[in-house]
């Protein structure tokens, strides 16, 4: 059963334009939302998170959209860059079980020159 | 910023012998260390959840005889894949959560492969 859903396993955008990456989740108690950032063979790399009492986050050219009545979150990358190439994840979590984390599959991101 | 060390970070066993994978947080006390497991292009799957001090708590089909989790101290978790067989190959990583932690810090993943 799988909570946390990126539908899309890959993105290609152009430089300068905006990346919006997707994620749905089926729990309705979930309380915290997280996207990670990942190379191969590396961790993931935190970048931003929203409670689910927010609508939105924003932290430079990163900005997190919940909507919770359609359980949806989304990612906003603008400009996009070419470092920005990688998979990201987004993640959620229930503080009352311990605040472990659920993943979603990952978005691979390519942004092209 | 919090920092986890992970360490190998690439391992090749033979089969049935056991690997120790550590995991240090180096400028904060991680209260909560998560273990997971990462298949070729596929999600992170949470294999257990270890509090300071606590045994582990595993995640349904993870075993934890196989798996064992070791967090002694504040600042070191360790996870030791015994027996190991050719389909225990994996990306392994682990995240810790504990005060000063800027929400969950994630280690930078051990690739093991059983031969």
């Known amino acids: 059963d799988q909570q946390v859903k990126q539908n899309s396993p890959s993105l290609s955008v152009q430089e300068g334009r905006i990346s919006i990456l997707n994620c749905d989740y089926t729990?309705?108690?979930?309380?915290?939302f997280l996207w990670y950032k990942k190379y191969p063979a590396e961790g993931p790399t935190f970048l931003i998170s929203?409670?689910?009492?927010?609508d939105k986050n924003e932290d430079g050219r990163f900005t997190v959209f919940l909507n919770k009545s359609a359980k949806h979150l989304s990612l906003h990358i603008v400009p996009s860059q070419p470092g920005d190439s990688a998979v990201y994840f987004c993640?959620?979590?229930?503080?009352?079980?311990?605040?472990?984390?659920?993943f979603g599959q990952g978005t691979e991101l390519s942004v092209k020159p | 910023g919090a920092v986890v060390s992970q360490h190998p970070s690439r391992v090749i066993c033979k089969s049935g012998t056991s690997v120790k994978i550590e995991c240090r947080s180096l400028?904060?006390?991680?209260?909560?260390m998560f273990w997971y497991r990462q298949f070729p292009k596929k999600s992170l799957m949470l294999m257990a959840t270890?509090?300071?001090?606590?045994?582990?708590?595993?995640e349904q089909g993870v075993e934890k005889d196989k798996f064992l989790i070791n967090h002694a101290s504040l600042t070191l978790s360790t996870l030791t894949v015994t027996s190991a067989h050719p389909e225990d190959s994996s990306f392994y990583i682990c995240?810790?959560?504990?005060?000063?932690?800027?929400?969950?810090?994630f280690g930078s993943g051990t690739r093991l492969t059983v031969v």
């Open positions: 400028d904060f006390q991680a209260t909560t």
């Open positions: 993640a959620a979590s229930l503080y009352n079980q311990g605040g472990k984390l659920i």
């Open positions: 270890s509090n300071e001090g606590s045994k582990a708590t595993y």
């Open positions: 729990n309705s108690m979930f309380d915290y």
């Open positions: 995240s810790a959560f504990g005060q000063g932690a800027r929400g969950y810090t």
């Open positions: 929203i409670s689910s009492i927010k």
